[in-house]
């Protein structure tokens, strides 16, 4: 399997983990933009927003719902910003679909 976040979804990559079930994993960016960076990726492959399909309804869901509580366990009171960079002008680099949950100082909008 050639997938970087398939790799860390079933640990043959090492990962800093924050939250893990049978449907997601959730974990810090090796490259954070903020004091708080954490990505949530499915189990599941799929190539990003682009590629869901209407039975990918509810993980997607879960995957925010989720964000919201990571966002809660970290204390990000102030806010933050769940972000699906989505093909090459949206800045997706890996094209497993992950959300970015950022946080933990201001952050700037419109995004460059
Ligand atoms: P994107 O640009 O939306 O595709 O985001 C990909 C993100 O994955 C970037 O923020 C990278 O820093 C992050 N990333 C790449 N490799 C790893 C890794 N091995 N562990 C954690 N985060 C990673
Ligand atoms: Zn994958």
Redesign the pocket.
Known sequence: MEC?FCK?ANKE?K??IVYEDELLVA???????APT?V?IIPKKHIDGVQALKEEDEALVGKMIVKAKEIADQLGLKEGYRL???IGEH?????NHI?L?VIGGRPLMWPPG
């Open positions: 970087i860390i990559i990962s800093d974990f810090k960016d090796i490259k954070p933009v960076h990505l972000v699906f960079n949206g800045g997706q680099t890996i992950h970015h």
